[in-house]
């Protein structure tokens, strides 16, 4: 089944009477920076990486032309998946840095590069938004007023007025749209989370997430200057961000009762170290630790306790489990977790825009997690 393509002529109309400080956005050329235990996991024992939600079943897709806007790190990776999957067809691309329009389009030799963000998004049916923070929510309410389905990359934002105000015009626009928390669809998630329901663990007893760094940013991550920055970047927006999504999507809703920041002496530079500790409002705890610094490997760790059985997901997908002994792994090996977890988010993104369940972040998860981000990096108690 083909989505239909809202004519862009209509869009262009719809936008500027609507949102037309996005119409304006839009045509001013912005975005001129690039800184951008098996038994309990039947996900795993099956080596697929997720159960689909209920409602949605397998066979024939629908085709969805995709634009993607921001094409650094992350908008080259979802491109790379997106061309595996056959209910995508990333059509148009747009990035304000040559270099990667470049990379992208060897990806892509058939995808067409659009000279502007607003041509990209135009003849899409989905928006998928790779770009820093700062510009992100303009091209969310110009890609809505549009008509298009959108999918954002995290976090939602950094100015939380700015924020809860582009989840409320996203909301009235009618649009479906949701944000990318790389685990929302993935097995470590959706098993952990029914182990947590059923009682297997026993009571839990909380969360900790441990996130530590040789560097920041990432050698990997340096195309993307940005994230050095304390203005959008850092650790605890890009990576503890995902955590705590995930911890409020086991444990409920969480509140920060207090965070200690650290920051180097240059004040445009972001946090180094961070302690926090958050909780349920029946008091169960998540305890935070995040340095960067020192010869070492990058850890990335979650355990879920409980009094029977905890799990720990290590690197965002690695799932092990301990009942008091050891952590054993019961995460296949000999697969790519990433792949199959890009590949669940990508399926239930096509259930979203079919108007099928789903178990993507929604935009109010991702506006409770950044108000979260903001608080401990501003420091509290």
């Known amino acids: 089944m083909a989505m239909r393509v809202v004519n862009p002529c209509a869009a262009k109309g719809v936008l500027m009477a609507l949102w037309p400080d996005a119409w304006r956005f839009l045509q001013s050329g912005a975005m001129s920076r690039n800184r951008h235990d098996a038994a ?3 996900s795993c024992r099956a080596a697929l990486g997720s159960a689909e939600p209920e409602g949605q079943g397998r066979g024939t897709h629908m085709t969805i032309t995709t634009a993607i806007i921001g094409l650094g790190i992350m908008g080259r990776r979802m491109l790379e998946h997106m061309l595996l999957h ?19 389009q060897a990806m892509a030799p058939g995808a067409v590069l659009a000279d502007s963000a ?35 990359e995290k976090p939602l934002g950094v100015d939380l007025e700015a924020s809860a105000d582009l989840v409320a015009r996203i909301a009235a626009s009618g649009v479906p749209a949701a944000v990318n928390f790389t685990q929302a669809a993935g097995a470590a998630l959706t098993d952990v989370a029914a182990d947590a329901r059923s009682g297997r663990m026993g ?29 959008e970047g850092g650790m605890t ?21 207090w965070a200690r920041p650290s920051y180097p002496a240059d004040p ?37 306790k409980g009094a029977l059985r905890s799990h720990r997901i290590a690197d965002f997908y690695a799932v092990s489990t301990s009942d008091g002994g050891g952590f054993a792994r019961v995460t296949p090996e000999g697969i ?46």
Not at 89 to 97: H, I, R, T, V
Not at 238 to 254: A, D
Not at 274 to 293: N, W
């Open 268 to 304: 445009a530079l972001c946090e180094t170290h961070l302690l926090a500790r958050l909780e349920t409002a029946e008091g169960l705890p998540v305890s935070v630790l995040a340095s960067v610094g020192g010869a070492q490997p990058d850890r990335q760790e979650v355990t879920v």
């Open 203 to 231: 009571a839990l007893a909380g969360v900790d997430i441990v996130v530590t760094y040789a560097a920041w940013p990432r050698a990997w991550q340096k195309g993307a200057d940005w994230l050095r920055f304390r203005d």
């Open 118 to 152: 607003a041509a990209a998004m135009a003849g899409a049916d989905l928006v998928y938004l790779a770009c820093p923070p700062e510009p992100r929510r303009d091209y969310a309410l110009a890609a809505a007023g549009m008509g298009k389905a959108l999918f954002l």
């Open 40 to 42: 309990a996991f039947p």
């Open 86 to 104: 056959p209910a995508y067809e990333p059509a148009y691309l747009w990035d304000p840095n040559p270099e990667n329009m470049a990379r992208a």
């Open 237 to 257: 927006r890009e990576v503890i961000s995902h955590f705590l999504f995930f911890s409020e999507r086991v444990l409920g809703p969480l509140s920060l009762i």
């Open 336 to 381: 790519d977790p990433r792949a199959t977890s890009l590949k669940a988010q990508l399926d239930d993104l096509e259930a979203m825009i079919a108007g099928r369940p789903h178990r993507l972040a929604t935009l109010e998860e991702a506006l409770r997690v950044q108000r979260l981000i903001e608080a401990m990096l501003a420091g509290r108690g």
